[in-house]
T-cell receptor, first 113, second 115 residues
Framework: NAGVTQTPKFRVLKTGQSMTLLCAQD?????MYWYRQDPGMGLRLIHY???????AKGEVPDGYNVSRLKKQNFLLGLESAAPSQTSVYFC????????????FGQGTRLTVV | AQSVTQPDIHITVSEGASLELRCNYS??????LFWYVQSPGQGLQLLLK??????LVQGIKGFEAEFKRSQSSFNLRKPSVHWSDAAEYFC?????????????FGKGTRLSVIA
């Protein structure tokens, strides 16, 4: 059981380039999330999805887009990367219901130069 | 909306000493509460969770946490710290009233363990 898998694990981008981060989960979870982690800032929610075909903005959505075309996949896109988007990105999934835990991927370390 | 405060950014303890990491939450009702641990270069792993019932919950790796409604706290404890416990610890709160509301995380507490 792979759980939550993030691709790629590392990436270096030049300012203005675009890229897509892929998150895949094999636990049939309804909810999926993208967080970014920066020193001293903890985990900040970028976008999330409560089901296939639905997405919503989180705390820091600017500069990112997402899509959830399939239940098991949640894509995070950067259309024009900026140095401020240098961060570690984590994807998580969670079953329905408030009393459920989130399961995290291993993270993607992105550097924008 | 719920929120979480972890007052301590960095704590250093000696191996074998006891540990307490603080977590305070803000929410209009009894929340769902979680503690996660993140080892360097890794994702987050659930240590323990509180949903209801006994306010003292046991988790993995010898950790426990106590929910105190009167203090809006959910502090994490371990009686004897091992060097392998050095990591970052995150407290998170979930909304009881709305199941699809994302978990909100604190900023984390980094634990260093010295010999």
């Amino acid at each position: 059981n792979a759980g939550v898998t993030q691709t790629p694990k590392f990436r270096v981008l030049k300012t203005g380039q675009s890229m897509t981060l892929l998150c895949a989960q094999d636990m049939n979870h309804e909810y999926m999330y993208w967080y970014r982690q920066d020193p001293g800032m903890g985990l900040r929610l970028i976008h999330y999805s409560v089901g296939e075909g639905t997405t919503a903005k989180g705390e820091v959505p600017d500069g990112y887009n997402v899509s959830r075309l399939k239940k098991q996949n949640f894509l995070l896109g950067l259309e024009s990367a900026a140095p401020s988007q240098t961060s570690v990105y984590f994807c998580a999934s969670r079953p329905t219901g408030g009393n459920t835990e989130a399961f995290f991927g291993q993270g993607t370390r992105l550097t924008v130069v | 909306a719920q929120s979480v405060t972890q007052p301590d950014i960095h704590i250093t303890v000696s191996e074998g000493a006891s540990l307490e990491l603080r977590c305070n939450y803000s929410y209009g009702a009894t929340p769902y509460l979680f503690w996660y641990v993140q080892s360097p270069g890794q994702g987050l792993q659930l240590l323990l969770k509180y949903f209801s019932g006994d306010t003292l919950v046991q988790g993995i790796k010898g950790f426990e946490a106590e929910f105190k409604r009167s203090q809006s706290s959910f502090n994490l404890r371990k009686p004897s710290v091992h060097w392998s416990d050095a990591a970052e610890y995150f407290c998170a709160v979930g909304a009881r009233r709305s199941g699809n509301t994302p978990l909100v995380f604190g900023k984390g507490t980094r634990l260093s363990v010295i010999a």
